[in-house]
């Protein structure tokens, strides 16, 4: 390229009206125009840096130079697949120190890694002093051989004093990742005794501190960090982690809002704030800090925690709709599956809860909790039949399951049907859990079936009231049993309570006389 540059100084130095191009001088004029674009989209880091090299190596098919950089943006960009049309450039001729260079990079993102450590001896022997292919040779070799790359790490530093602070930092890095604290701490110490503004060492010491347990240490060096300026998201939250985890939690949120400052999408940040967020009921701003995270889109664990506090905020559609969202975009996730189906039949969206249930037991069998819910849905749906195959299903897997035996022996009573295997059902869901509200509720619930109605109303009555008060279904039954009995103002305040979620509590309390 060097011509190509003469020539724009011969540009520059003959007046306009002198020049008179020949067909050659314009072709390598474009070629030199297509490789400053090239240059200055690389400098701008801009993606289509590639695609314009690839322009002036179609005006220049053998230049080895243009192959080369293209091999090295395909490094860049992170696709060494593209390198590949292009990597013959070290076969062309007699090759430099940078060409085997290139070339080396290419042969380890392809995971030649020997081939690769030969390619960068072959640069040392031509530039022994070239700190760039040390550098990236003893990186490699410490991928390979981290005990050969430090012995060679320890020579550079003898060699270049000026490094030695960067290079024994580099041979901690090397001990902390082969999980020698002890080996990894000790080059962390030399580099700061050389340089103690090397913020690299400081991190790594405090990773060391970190990794065991010396946690006011790691706090000591990040926060030497911050007032060098060198704070950045990752070391904040792992500071505010600390503060949490020795409850100080309003210096953690302080940091962990310092990182999201940094860093708005900060996964660890936005997770732990939302947490703090959620204990101080300002559910508002947990949802604000999931939904910043970067990682947001992909974990489905974060959808059904903003769908939670978007239930907690009373805001039932909203919530119903991230599970919606979150069906579709997490295909298969089994919790969102089940929660979603659960948001559905909260909203009396039966048939559709069905769908998801069942679909998600096809794929689950084992799934209890969601075979439980499909039991229950089917039900609701009167499809008496499959629910009780769903409950036999449960019940042969475990005799003991007091929820389906209780569901069994509700939806019996409901229907006024088999009554006595009803109240079997019901006294085995009893035996094993007799403080559950709902298996009390459900025996009553027999009881007054089976025309018992003094037994039904002394069960409902050993309920606490304040369960009664939260229970729309149980204060309706305990409302029916007494007006069975005759007792119309003691049942009315249980009706009127009930009337407003179910039908029949409110047709049963207009049929009170006027009286009571």
């Known amino acids: 390229m060097k011509k190509y540059l003469l020539w724009a100084v011969c540009m520059c130095c003959t007046p306009v009206f002198a020049l008179s191009l020949n067909p050659e001088s314009k072709r390598e004029a474009r070629l ?12 701008a880091e801009d993606p289509r840096a590639f695609s314009y090299l690839e322009q002036a190596l179609r005006m220049d098919p ?23 049309a292009y990597a013959n450039f070290i076969s062309q001729g007699e090759n430099d120190p940078e060409d085997y260079m290139v070339y080396a990079a290419y042969q380890w993102k392809k995971g030649q890694l020997s081939q690769a450590a030969q390619t960068y001896e072959q640069a040392l022997q031509q530039a022994p002093d070239d700190v760039r292919i040390l550098y990236q040779y003893v990186l490699l070799l410490s991928v390979m051989d981290w005990e050969k790359a430090t012995q060679k790490l320890l020579s550079l530093a003898e060699e270049y004093p000026a490094l030695a602070s960067d290079i024994y930092t580099e041979i901690g ?39 065991s347990s010396q946690y006011f240490l790691m706090l000591h060096e990040f926060e030497e960090l911050e007032k060098m300026g060198y704070a950045n998201a990752g070391t904040l939250s792992r500071m505010g982690s600390v503060f949490l985890m020795v409850k100080d939690v309003p210096k ?3 940091y962990f809002l310092k990182a999201k400052a940094d860093d708005n999408a900060d996964v660890p940040s936005a997770y732990f704030l939302s947490l703090i967020a959620e204990q101080r009921g300002d559910y508002s701003r947990a949802v604000g800090y999931l939904r910043d995270a970067a990682d947001y889109d992909r974990s489905a664990s974060k959808w059904l925690q903003v769908s939670f506090y978007q239930q907690r905020l009373n805001q039932p559609e909203e919530s119903l709709k991230t599970l919606a969202q979150a069906y579709k975009k997490f295909e298969g996730n089994v919790e969102v599956a089940y929660f979603y189906a659960l948001a559905l039949n909260d909203r009396k969206s039966y048939k559709k809860a069905a769908r998801v249930l069942e679909k998600l037991l096809q794929s689950n069998p084992s ?48 229907r006024g049907e088999r009554l006595q295997k009803a109240q079997e059902y019901a006294a085995r869901a009893l035996a094993v859990n007799p403080d559950d509200a709902s298996f009390i509720d459900t ?30 279904e149980i204060a309706y039954h305990l409302g029916a049993v007494l007006c069975a009995q005759g007792r119309w103002s003691e049942a009315r305040p249980y009706l009127e309570q009930a009337r407003t979620e179910l039908k029949e509590a409110d047709k049963l309390y207009r049929k009170l006389p006027a009286d009571f």
């Open 32 to 43: 030199f125009n297509q490789f400053l674009k090239a240059v200055y989209a690389q400098r």
């Open 62 to 84: 053998e230049s080895k130079y243009l192959k080369r950089m293209l091999v090295s943006q395909a490094l860049a960009d992170g696709n060494p697949a593209l390198a590949d």
């Open 173 to 211: 890095t090397l001990c902390l990742r082969n999980k020698d604290l002890q080996q990894a701490l000790q080059y962390y110490n030399k580099a700061l005794e050389l340089d103690p503004s090397n913020p690299q060492a400081r991190l790594g010491r405090g990773e060391v501190y970190e990794k």
């Open 252 to 254: 953690a949120e302080d």
């Open 367 to 414: 799934y209890d909790e969601a075979r439980l819910q499909y039991a229950f849905t089917l039900e609701s749906l009167k499809r008496y039949k499959e629910m009780e195959f769903q409950l036999g299903l449960l019940l042969e897997k475990n005799p003991r399951n007091g929820a389906a035996l209780n569901l069994y022996a509700y939806s019996l009573a409901q």
């Open 443 to 472: 025996q009553a619930w027999v009881f007054f079936k089976q025309g018992k109605l003094q037994e039904a109303a002394d069960l409902l009555a050993s309920i606490p009231a304040e369960t009664v008060q939260a229970n729309a």
